[in-house]
């Protein structure tokens, strides 16, 4: 890591104007829970964010195609003004320091707070799915891509965490969130468009982060990501108004249909859980594998989210069985690791 950093700044000193960048700093900004690190740069009035995300892991050329094709159609993302693809080194613009995540988070005693955000994130998403990104070239949130997030949660979670034998009949349970997703109007989407991938910016707001993922998928998924956020939680009243909030705003840009908001709220639900699902084996992976802990207390808002959306859904309902039986109890048991207590999650 050191030798990294020193190699960044070495980079971002020859690429900034000036005689080599001289008397320029690096300060370390939060991260993510990917291999990416972040550091402001100040130089006169003018703040960038050098970025290491080394090439063998990052896709960064992607980070830049969606960056550019976001841009043009007045998405508000950072500009790459340097680039090198070798040796995964990028300078963006500073988009600043507001999280929507720290605004909601401050806005949950103020509706009207909570709704401008939202309403600005939700016409800036409805913006995104009518991009035509035929020029790019993005993957397809296809069955086998949405098999593969839900093994995350049999192999780190349930397996690797909770030594666990996994669900019998979760291809059942696969299967309907296969389904799910596949029938819905495919759009380009996100794929982490939540509170902590969000900024509250002075123009053009919000702004928006960590788009390098992207997938064409389908049109619910952004729309979870952003209301059932694994990071916030809102009573079901308070989403459903926001649900309705894109619906009417999705129709009116013609990516719904009058017939696809009968199954709207649905395909919301069950996209979410397959998310969640796959949040919760991502979270423990973090902790196992790479040694990062601090996910692990999101886990039980998400293990709520999981547990109310298959009470719902009779299809659904053994597996809800299997959670509160079997699951639930052995996370009890756990509890100090995840820095919770569980039980308050069994209604």
């Known amino acids: 890591m050191v030798v990294r950093t020193s190699q960044l700044t070495h980079w971002v000193h020859s690429v900034l104007p000036g005689p080599n960048g001289a008397g320029i700093s690096l300060i370390p900004i939060s991260g993510d829970a990917s291999f990416r690190r972040y550091y402001r740069v100040q130089i006169g009035n003018s703040s960038y964010v050098a970025?290491?995300?080394?090439?063998?892991?990052?896709?960064?050329?992607?980070f830049v195609a969606?960056?550019?094709l976001l841009g043009d159609y007045n998405v508000n993302v950072p500009k790459v003004h340097h680039v090198d693809f070798e040796h995964g080194f990028m300078l963006l613009s500073d988009m600043g320091d507001d999280l929507y995540y720290s605004a909601l988070f401050s806005a949950t005693s103020s509706k009207e707070s909570a709704d401008s955000l939202y309403r600005s994130a939700i016409e800036c998403l409805v913006r995104i799915q009518r991009i035509d990104h035929s020029s790019c070239t993005i993957p397809v949130f296809d069955a086998d891509f949405i098999l593969r997030e839900l093994s995350l949660f049999s192999?780190?979670?349930?397996?690797?965490?909770?030594?666990?034998?996994?669900?019998?009949?979760?291809?059942?349970?696969?299967?309907?969130l296969v389904d799910n997703a596949l029938e819905q109007p495919q759009v380009l989407t996100?794929?982490?468009?939540?509170?902590?991938?969000l900024m509250v910016?002075?123009?053009?707001?919000?702004?928006?982060l960590d788009f390098q993922d992207a997938v064409i998928g389908p049109v619910a998924y952004d729309v979870a990501s952003l209301l059932k956020d694994c990071y916030l939680h809102w009573s079901d009243e308070q989403l459903s108004h926001w649900v309705?909030?894109?619906?009417?705003?999705?129709?009116a840009a013609g990516i719904l249909s009058i017939a696809d908001l009968k199954h709207f709220r649905r395909w919301f639900d069950l996209i979410a859980l397959q998310r969640h699902i796959k949040c919760a084996g991502i979270f423990t992976r973090l902790f196992l594998r790479d040694g990062k802990p601090a996910y692990l207390r999101d886990i039980p808002r998400v293990m709520q989210y999981i547990l109310m959306t298959s009470s719902k859904y009779p299809e659904l309902l053994a597996y809800n069985s299997w959670l509160k039986d079997i699951v639930l109890?052995?996370?009890?048991?756990?509890?100090?690791?995840?820095?919770?207590?569980?039980?308050s999650h069994k209604k």
């Open 51 to 62: 970025v290491d995300a080394p090439a063998e892991r990052e896709n960064n050329r992607q």
């Open 244 to 251: 309705r909030d894109y619906t009417n705003l999705a129709e």
């Open 190 to 197: 996100h794929r982490d468009f939540h509170s902590r991938n």
């Open 329 to 343: 109890p052995r996370m009890d048991k756990m509890a100090d690791i995840f820095r919770s207590d569980f039980r």
């Open 201 to 208: 910016t002075r123009h053009n707001s919000p702004g928006i």
């Open 66 to 68: 969606l960056a550019k």
């Open 155 to 176: 192999e780190w979670f349930i397996g690797g965490q909770l030594k666990l034998d996994d669900y019998a009949d979760f291809p059942s349970v696969a299967g309907v």
